[in-house]
């Protein structure tokens, strides 16, 4: 049913050392590279080691890539749900996770440095987190298990022990708070909305069964939490099972304003404040019927098909070529996709017929002219590529 994802090839950054405070020193006698615009941090995963590692591009709505870095992956076996997202996005900044805990940062002008460590018990556990919009806070959850048994007869998996989700400052880690824990639920911080509270996604403490459909592992939607108390203002795309609620699909890169949920047979925008607005209509036909990815306005979202189709509150629909099906928005007029079919510059398929047996195709689409521009290609340990863009708002 779901795509098979790109991400992008890699090399390895250049670091610029870094101050105490974590900001690079020196100062640039020319404006950074993509200064102003919002970058798409595009991911990518690489199965060579050991240990395995990643790479972060920073890429402008017009193709062009401005700074990357690469990391390491924690150790095979020290990481069992690969959905749980390893980069976060500020206003500013890219942030990732360098091993088991290490956080460090990638700016525009491609420093990087070290930030802080998460804070995780002995025993076998796994950490992630989401950084706020004015690089102040880290919200970070900790998920338990205990390892599998090799002597087991059959299958053998770990066993979840549970979680605990704590507030901090970023740096220093002062002004430190204890907001959830459970031994049974799996959840952990996305992002943060612009009035500062959490944005928290809920799924599988052992990972997706099926596809991703947006970049998180937020296969039950999303909860917006208190930062500062951990109460719950409100849910998006969120399950119900056995309560009879409608099932509802978080599905692509969550925006400032909300994220894009698909209630059979029909796609809803679901804003953080809790409020919904159904669309005229689903996806455009049986091609990657869950996905397509919200609009930063959140009164529009681009929907998956050949062609795509873009639909707005309102009820207007607009197709676009290429078809294909959308990760998320760079910024109004920009969006990550991967096209059903190999396309040149201005989207017109380079071959007719069947579809391009290249799957793992990247490109961004300029809604307002058709221009399309083709990224590297390459696949990836989780199998999403657009996990945040730095200037958002």
């Known amino acids: 049913m779901r795509r098979a994802l790109v991400v992008l090839a890699m090399l390895v950054a250049a670091c610029g ?8 020193s020196g100062a640039a006698s020319n404006p950074p590279p993509g200064a102003g615009q919002p970058l798409a941090i595009l ?14 591009r920073l890429v402008q709505a017009d193709g062009q890539v401005v700074a990357r870095a690469t990391a390491n992956m924690p150790p095979l076996g020290q990481v069992v749900n690969f959905a749980v997202p390893r980069v976060s996005a500020s206003s500013t900044r890219a942030y990732y996770l360098d091993g088991v805990a290490n956080v460090r940062y990638l700016d ?4 990087t440095g070290f930030v802080t460590s998460l804070k995780l018990p ?23 298990y205990r390892a599998a048994d090799p002597s087991a007869p059959g299958p053998s998996y770990p066993t979840y022990l549970g ?44 990972g997706p069964q099926n596809p991703l459909t947006n970049p998180f592992g937020a296969g039950l939607g999303y909860h917006v939490a208190d930062a500062t108390t951990g109460d719950r203002r409100a849910d998006a795309c969120s399950t119900a099972p056995g ?17 894009l949920c698909f209630r059979q047979p029909a796609a809803v925008l679901a804003g953080w404040e809790g409020q919904e607005k159904q669309l005229s209509a689903g996806p455009s036909q049986n091609f990657y019927p869950w996905a397509g990815a919200i609009a930063p306005s959140g009164a529009a979202a681009l929907l998956a098909g050949d062609p795509m189709v873009l639909v707005a509150a309102s009820g207007k629909r607009t197709n676009l070529r290429p078809g294909g ?12 996709f991967h096209p059903l079919q190999a396309v ?49 708002g």
């Open 163 to 206: 979680l605990s989700l704590y507030v901090e400052d970023l740096y220093g880690g002062g002004n430190h708070l204890e907001l959830f824990s459970s031994p049974t639920v799996a959840e952990w911080p996305v992002g943060w909305t612009r009035s500062g509270l959490l944005l928290i996604g809920v799924g599988s403490p052992l």
């Open 344 to 392: 040149d510059a201005s989207g017109a398929r380079v071959a007719s017929g069947a579809r391009s047996a290249n799957q793992s195709a990247l490109a961004i689409l300029d809604i307002s002219s058709g221009a399309v521009k083709t990224l590297d290609a390459g696949l990836g340990l989780s199998g999403w590529s657009l996990y945040g863009v730095i200037g958002s």
């Open 122 to 144: 002995a025993g076998f556990s796994q950490g992630t987190f989401a950084v706020s919009a004015d690089d102040k806070r880290i919200a970070v959850a900790v998920l338990r």
């Open 43 to 56: 991911l990518a995963g690489l199965p060579a080691g050991p240990p395995p590692s990643f790479t972060i």
């Open 17 to 24: 050392p870094a101050s105490p405070s974590g900001h690079a």
């Open 325 to 336: 099906a959308p990760e998320g928005f760079i910024d109004a007029s920009h969006v990550v």
């Open 108 to 111: 525009r002008l491609g420093n």
């Open 243 to 259: 309560g009879g609620a409608p099932l509802l699909l978080a599905s692509g890169l969550p925006g400032p304003a909300g994220t």
